[in-house]
């Protein structure tokens, strides 16, 4: 199994430029989120999705969109970027059995706004 | 899901055994302590996790109190490579997915 894989590993944008970061696992998980990570801070959830054509609002989601059209891609879209958006954006699938939920991350995409 | 305490950075000495200390005073009998650490630049990687009884993997062992209040992850023999932000969290058994705050975390450098 691949995992969590995540593209591009790095971008630079101009300001109000689009584009979409790529997720996709091969776990079957149900369930995957988008967080972002700026420098010395902790990860803060964006967007999640409960299940094929099922998202919702996590911590910070202005600026994003999401959908989940299948199990194993969840994009994450940013309609015209700016340079608060630079930062580290990290996805996670993650399953729940037994009442245990394991999170499984991608290796993150850096993306640096100008 | 209760929140966490952790102090924010820790020393150890390679060779010697990381002791990562973890709050959480409001636990309920439900729920579950989780620990994560992320290396640098890489993605947080799932280490352990307990309800009550102490637990061991090849990773790492996790300690909880007996009121669970708090709990210790131990790396036996901390190398270089464990230099990293962990993460101590407690989540609710459940059935289905909800999303999972992480906080600060600890910063752990092990040391030559």
């Known amino acids: 199994n691949a995992g969590v894989t995540q593209t591009p590993k790095f971008q630079v944008l101009k300001t109000g430029q689009s584009m979409t970061l790529q997720c996709a696992q091969d776990?079957?998980?149900?369930?995957m989120s988008w967080y972002r990570q700026d420098p010395g801070m902790g990860l803060r959830l964006i967007h999640y999705?409960?299940?094929?054509?099922?998202?919702d609002q996590g911590e910070v989601p202005n600026g994003y969109n999401v959908s989940r059209s299948t199990t194993e891609d969840f994009p994450l879209r940013l309609l015209s970027a700016a340079p608060s958006q630079t930062s580290v954006y990290f996805c996670a699938s993650s399953r729940v059995a037994g009442g245990i939920e394991t999170q499984y991350f991608g290796p993150g995409t850096r993306l640096l706004v100008l | 899901d209760a929140k966490t305490t952790q102090p924010p950075s820790m020393d150890c000495a390679e060779g010697r055994a990381a002791n990562l200390p973890c709050n959480h005073s409001t636990i309920s009998g439900n729920e579950y302590v989780y620990w994560y650490r992320q290396i640098h630049s890489q993605g947080p990687q799932y280490i352990i996790h307990g309800l009550k009884n102490n637990e061991t993997n090849e990773m790492a062992s996790l300690i909880i109190t007996e009121d669970r209040k708090s709990s210790t992850l131990i790396l036996p023999h901390a190398t270089l490579r464990d230099t990293a932000v962990y993460y101590c969290?407690?989540?609710?058994?459940?059935?289905?997915?909800?999303?999972?705050?992480f906080g600060p975390g600890t910063s752990l450098s092990v040391i030559p």
């Open positions: 776990m079957n998980h149900e369930y």
């Open positions: 969290i407690v989540r609710v058994a459940r059935t289905s997915y909800d999303k999972v705050i």
């Open positions: 999705s409960v299940g094929a054509g099922i998202t």
